[in-house]
């Protein structure tokens, strides 16, 4: 859906609200450091958060393009998109696409949903980065969901600001703030009822238990978490580069030559002097690009015992076979091996 006519001519005058300058300052700091070409993709839903992203970006990059996500699970869906497609034309969007998509079942709605739209944007971007409305009370969501999960600092570190090609630039802004910038600008979004359900946990967190950890705690959570995250994913980077040290190690050292094959094994002599934080993740890295798919603490931490509590244990299954076969992790002869059978 575009139309024709100067992008300076089409958009809106935002008003200098401090909402409004709030998000566009957010905005401008993110694309020289991600988007450098200043051409940016929106993923456009008609809510406050992506309205608001949506008319900032057209502002403040030189191009933007509107992709809209029409999961087609409600009543009216497609009108819903269609509007959101004709508001981002008028905001100045460069185009405006409605991608329909089929939402399957497995890991139910909400995870088959996501999955879903992210393929859809992810075919439809054209190579350009995605810009997604995720503002500081979704991340604090995402810690708080990541928590429960207690499948270490990784299942905390929430959303980066950039994980290629998902662009965040509203992520220290808070969703009060989106809201008041489309009152301050006359934009009416979209109110999804899917985010009133509390058929959702998500939707459970945000309305009942964030608000009473706030009350509780005196304030300040939301942001409290969302620094958290950050500080994780700083903390994260660095081991992440030290375990891959530690993994390259491990497939190197051999103390016997002849033993050597194309395999990609591990020294279990390398892993096991190693601290523990490297250890997993060195294994974790092994065993995705591996091909394993899935992975959670309990298959991590039983291959970890491969190593560091052996006792003639057999091999570990872990996700990412198929219907005939599965992906083992073992131990042979001194070494982490892995084998589909």
Known sequence: MDRPG???ARTRRLPET???????QAV???????APARAVAVALSGGADSLALTAAAVVEADSVDALIVDHRLQPGSAQVAADAAAAALRLGCRSARVLEVEVGTEGGMEAAARHARYAALGAARAGLPVLLGHTLDDQAETVLLGLARGS???????????AEPWGRPLLGVRRAVTRQFCADFGATPHEDPHNFSPDFTRVR?????????????????????????EQLREDGAVLDVLATDLLEAARGHRTDPATATDEDTLSIEILATAPAALRRRAIRAWLLAGGAKALTDKHLRAVDALVTAWRGQGGVAVGGGSPRTRLVAGREHGRLTMHRR
């Open 18 to 24: 401090a909402a409004v300058l709030e998000i566009r």
């Open 152 to 162: 270490g600092g990784r299942s905390i570190q929430g959303m980066a600001s950039y």
């Open 205 to 229: 967190l945000r309305s009942e238990a964030l608000p009473l950890l706030e009350d509780v705690l005196g304030g300040g959570v939301a942001a409290a978490l969302a620094r958290t995250a």
């Open 6 to 8: 100067s992008r300076l």
């Open 28 to 34: 401008r700091a993110w694309l020289p450091e991600y």
